[in-house]
């Protein structure tokens, strides 16, 4: 009898696991920035323009971004990056394609333009519930060693969810930059582990309920 009522419920986690397995990839298009890419060294696009998936942000006629190809160190996980700070701050966004409470989680590479002020770059980073500002501090980094650092955001997703890079730099075309943006619901893995927790607390109240008969 137990072993059919521990079936029935690793079978029902399952199931209403299922949903989220689906979405184990990353929901962000080119998140690695390599859509169209910078054909040079980089390429400068202002408010209002787009690259690819990602729509540019800022106010004023100079703001924008730079999409970045060979001009520095690619992040760790590949691909092109982008300076939130084009000849002044800007930021880039695009609309994700999310299920509405669900639970997912953000990462990207954060470093920063090692060329110029201000040392300490920050960006503002918004999505479904999330809306947090990061700080990078530029120290040994050179175009070779650009020192990235993998941030992550866990958030619900709302009824629209925009994901936004925006620089909070002031007058400055040297600002913060991000790289290897994804977006993903728990992984596999995490689930296997939901599971296996559930099947220890059944064998666990199992073994009680056995002794108690015996004793």
Same mark, same amino acid.
């Given at each position: ?7 029935? &419920? ?21 998140? *690695? ?24 942000? #800022? ?25 939130? *700070? ?25 470093? #920063? ?26 120290? *040994? ?15 619900? @997703? ?11 730099? &002031? @007058? ?26 559930? @099947? ?10 056995? @002794?108690?008969?015996?004793?």
């Amino acid at each position: 009898m137990f072993l059919k009522c521990l079936r029935f &419920t690793l079978a029902a986690a399952a199931i209403a696991a299922a949903p989220s397995l689906a979405f184990a990839t990353n929901l962000v298009l080119d998140g *690695d920035f390599n859509s169209p890419g910078s054909s040079s060294s980089f390429t400068t696009y202002f408010s209002g323009q787009s690259f690819g998936p990602w729509n540019v942000t #800022g106010t004023g006629a100079s703001t924008g971004v730079d999409l970045i190809g060979t001009y520095w160190q690619a992040p760790t996980v590949g691909g092109g990056s982008v300076d939130l *700070d084009g000849n002044a701050p800007g930021g880039i966004s695009q609309a994700l394609t999310l299920k509405q409470g669900d639970w997912y989680k953000l990462s990207f590479y954060l470093s #920063g333009n090692p060329d110029g002020q201000p040392t300490v770059k920050t960006v503002a980073v918004a999505v479904g519930s999330a809306a947090e500002t990061f700080t990078y501090t530029i120290g *040994d980094n050179t175009h070779s060693s650009m020192n990235y650092i993998l941030e992550t955001v866990s958030f619900q @997703a709302d009824a629209t969810n925009t994901l936004s890079f925006k620089s909070l730099d &002031t @007058a400055s075309p040297w600002g913060p930059v991000v790289g290897g943006v994804a977006v993903s619901a728990p992984e596999l893995s995490t689930w296997a582990m939901m599971l296996a927790g559930f @099947a220890g607390l059944g064998f666990v109240g199992y073994r009680r309920n056995r @002794a108690t008969k015996v004793a």
